[in-house]
């Protein structure tokens, strides 16, 4: 039975202080593979990985077992970030793994040197296999975010992102760029690739769609296994986990591309046919590859997170579908599953996770409660030394025992192999496959190369646009061109074949110009965004100072060839209708050369690479929410799945409808979030002092730090006692799995306003909040509100929508429109909770 339960954001999970041991998770049983097999749906197949066991590699495992003491196989299993572990401390901890974060360098220096990655690996090389303490030498393994690319490192190829290579419907192609994206990692000294990501996006709004390669599970499946092999090597040849190969990651286990309305670790809430259908197919190809790490989902399936799911890690994953590498868990994920924080979870070590991601400076106390864990009992040791044992047949696999210090490794500080030639070669056939041309009227491309070409937009010779998130930095801001040494924009691709055959090409990012073209390509879209901060609330393309410029030329008689950068398909009607061609280039990367390849005829004027990307995401024709996926919600796109304009064709595209299908949020009258009850699409909900989430719905709930009674204020239970002792960080308020958009009432000067009685003060300070998803929201301290109120009088509050959303929350994506938390002891009732317009705020900005 598929049930819905109301997600409760990672944000504020993460606001709960943890420590201890917390919760008590059920000891792992020895695993019977065929007991296991049949408690299975029949539908996940039984697979084989790729790669097969070797039994002298498993005679290496046990004897390490036996003399490795349980600290060091504790030690195994703590990922830890280079920004908060020195290589003192990995000696100390005996720590299994090391990663760079999306924007972490050694020396925390951006452009940090090819010799300063090989160096620092070095180092942490060398006090992982120290044993001066009398322990065993087993050699860390780091992992990087190469997701597009070896994106940290400046100089890298960047290819186009997985989207745009969906678009290019080429398998071979994606093989021969996991290959070169290892050959730039290995020069670097690091052995392992957070990459593929496998997700199967079905809604758009998701900030993460630009990861993923298409809506339809075939194509991913189609490429998974490609890219693994490209990255790893192919089972059975000499260069499997050798040379210039790396550990690769399918990621993020599973249906992260499904959860309800695209928001970020939300909740993937459907049945379990359709998550093998729609989110398996990936892994599948993959795990027949030989992919040698598994990374855990943020999200959750049916309201449990996966980082505690142990039916779909242990059961399915590891027994049912053969896999027999490590998981990984993803950035602290395993806080998020219930009775966890950040420093004690050994419910996901219980499930299946092998490897914790701790990439704070928390992850010592992570490292001794785990320890502790282990020594009492409540994390088996037969799921302790499986952990291990999985943790060391990867490392052995890929040959780390004998590598010796990273430097000394064939291919490391090779820095020729930092955006080789051969490899922008690879990325520049990349972004001309993956073009897509929606419009092509009067058949106005392929260009003349010896014209006068106006490039306008602000995306036409900006890098940093066209690569996106993930690029250098995490999010993908703050580079400007010189960071991208041997990249080519869009601009310069194109003055590059034009200067050539003699054209002229004016830059002019607002449209203005000398002397009139003959024709003007205008280079705009999305800014760059990563996970979390990517997430929007419908699929309309707000460009319109883009529209403007469009219209501009064209009322000057000018023909106008739109170049659309975005992370996924956008409803963007009003700008095909003002362009005379309109192609999508999406985010792609670094060799933006291809995009002229296509768009100029050759030297001949004859066509030179034709357009042969086709969509592998349905376009939508309005910017409403509603999901468009191919055979099953296509009928209303725009463009369908698999449609992509060629050369040969000379169809002309009529005027689109510019109705967008939104609907204003006005920002009048009163938005109720809370009157004797929850009101759709809220459920009021409570997170503990011990991190267990739990949707209320009796009259009185009593969990770790936190009370909740239903009293009567006016009528029987139309209000909310909550009642905090004092025993840890406890939430309650008002969630949702899908979106409210509280934009205008921010313009109407709304108000946060709610009702509340105080009869004991806090003794703590307590924070008043706004949530739309991880790293999104704000918060304003009521303490001395709450302090200076008469004791057991109703008094009215109201925090001024402004506030928050200059501190960070954004209005038009609210998931929790109020909650309240607080480590100390409160007793307050809260009634009347309501977004409305006031002049009087009773809580400043300060």
Known sequence: MVFKKRILLGVISALVAGGGLLGCADQVEDQVADQQSESVH?????????????????????????????????????????????????????????LNGGGAFPNNNKHASVADWVALADEYYRASVDTSDGGVAIPMIWGTDAVHGH?????????????ALGAAQNPALMRKIGEATAAEVSATGIEWVFAPTLAVVRDDRWGRTYESYSEDPELVRAYAGELVQGMQGAPGDQELLNGKR????????????????????????????????????????????????????????????????????????KERLGFDGFVVGDWAGHQFVNGCSNVSCPQ??????????????????????????????????????????????????????????????????????????EH????????????????????????????????AGDGADNIGKQSGGWSITWQGTGNENADFPGATSVYGGINEVVAAAGGQVELSVDGSFEEKPDVAVVVFGEDPYAEMQGDIANVNYAGASDLALLKKLRDQGIPVVSLFITGRPLWVNPHINASDAFAVIWLPGTEAGGVADVLFQDEAGNVNFDFTGKLTFSWPGDATPALHNRGESDAAAQFA?????????????????????????????????????????????????????????????ELNGIRVQSVDRNV????????????GNAIAGFFANQRTDLSGFVSNQGALIFDVKVDAAPSDAVILGMNCGMDCGAEQPITDLLKGAAQGEWQTLAVDLKCLAEAGGKMDLVLSPFYVRTAGELDMTVHNVRIAQTGAAKVSCG
């Open 716 to 727: 029987q239970e139309d209000s909310r006692r909550l009642q905090w002792n004092g025993q």
């Open 641 to 701: 799945y698999g449609y992509g304009l060629s050369y040969g064709e000379g169809m002309e595209l009529a005027l689109l409808s510019e109705e967008s299908g939104l609907q204003p949020v006005s920002g009048n009258g009163t938005l109720a979030v809370f009157n004797g009850r929850a009101l759709d699409p809220w459920s009021f909900e409570v997170i503990d002092a011990t991190n267990t989430r739990s949707t209320i719905a009796s009259s009185v709930s």
């Open 246 to 317: 790396v550990v690769g990651t399918a990621k993020h286990y599973i249906a992260d591309g499904g959860t309800e309305n695209g928001i970020d670790r939300g909740d993937a809430i459907m049945s379990e046919a359709d998550l093998i259908k729609y989110h398996a197919q990936g892994y599948f190809s993959a795990i027949e590859a030989g992919v040698q790490t598994v990374m855990a989902s943020f999200s959750s399936w049916n309201g449990e997170k996966m980082h505690g799911h142990k039916y779909l890690m242990t059961d399915v994953l």
């Open 424 to 455: 922008r070669a690879i990325a520049r056939q990349a972004v001309r496959e993956s073009l897509v041309l929606l419009k092509n009227n009067d058949q106005l491309l392929p260009l003349a190369r010896n014209q006068r070409v106006l490039v």
């Open 348 to 421: 996901a070590v219980n499930a299946g996770l092998d490897m914790f991601m701790a990439p704070d400076p928390n992850w010592r106390e992570l490292y001794k409660n785990t320890l502790a864990e282990a020594k009492s009992g409540e994390i088996s040791p037969a799921r302790l030394d499986d952990a291990v044992r999985r943790i060391l047949r990867v490392k052995l696999r890929a040959g780390l025992f004998e590598a010796g210090l990273p430097s000394t490794r064939p291919h490391a500080g090779d820095e020729s192999l930092i955006g080789a030639a």
């Open 42 to 98: 029949p539908h996940w197949p039984a697979l084989t990985s790729g790669i097969a066991k070797d039994p002298e590699i498993e005679s290496r495992i046990d004897a390490l077992l036996e003399k490795m003491s349980l600290e060091e196989k504790i030690g195994q299993m703590i990922q830890v970030e280079i920004r908060f572990a020195t290589p003192d401390e990995v000696r100390e901890y005996h720590i299994g793994s090391i």
């Open 151 to 163: 994106n940290n490192v400046i100089g890298a190829t960047l290819f186009p992102h997985n989207i």
